[in-house]
């Protein structure tokens, strides 16, 4: 198995945990008003992007080097461009919140950055691994 495959499984996994965070009973990762780490809420829409996301990424996986690269490129791409709006407006695409909340205010930049940071370092990430595992 070449390492970009290893690298896109990993991304199955990272995808699960952040699709099951909603659900674990573990103290301190959602507070008592729902949000996640304290700084964002994950919803329904979250959770089946982050699946879809994760099943894409398994796909990829298991099927060849070539379709790992495919989907850390796209996937890349779609989760920058995804945490730049995020930061430029308060609100990402992919979920759909743009559209749902429009434009949200936080309490603070450095919140707001934490906030699409995931998404962010996920996607340049993804991006990198695929512009570098180039054969």
């Not at 070449?2 to 699960?16: E, K, N």
């Not at 936080?106 to 990198?128: C, E, Q, R, T």
Request: aromatic content about 18%; charged content about 10%.
């Amino acid at each position: 198995m070449t390492t970009l495959r290893l690298v896109t499984f990993g991304y199955f996994i990272a995808l699960l945990i952040a699709a099951s965070l909603n659900y674990l009973p573990i103290p301190g990762i959602i507070d008592d008003q729902g949000y996640a780490f304290g700084i964002f809420a994950l919803d329904v829409f979250d959770d089946l992007l982050h699946i879809a996301s994760a099943l894409w990424a398994l796909a990829a996986a298991l099927i060849s080097h070539r379709a790992s690269r495919t989907f850390l490129t796209y996937f890349g791409a779609l989760y920058f461009v995804d945490g730049l709006l995020g930061l430029a407006t308060g609100s990402g695409f992919l979920d759909a919140g743009i559209l749902i909340y429009g434009f949200y205010e936080y309490s603070s930049f450095l919140i707001k950055l934490a906030a699409n940071i995931p998404h962010l370092f996920l996607g340049g990430f993804a991006l990198a691994c695929a512009y570098f595992g180039r054969k």
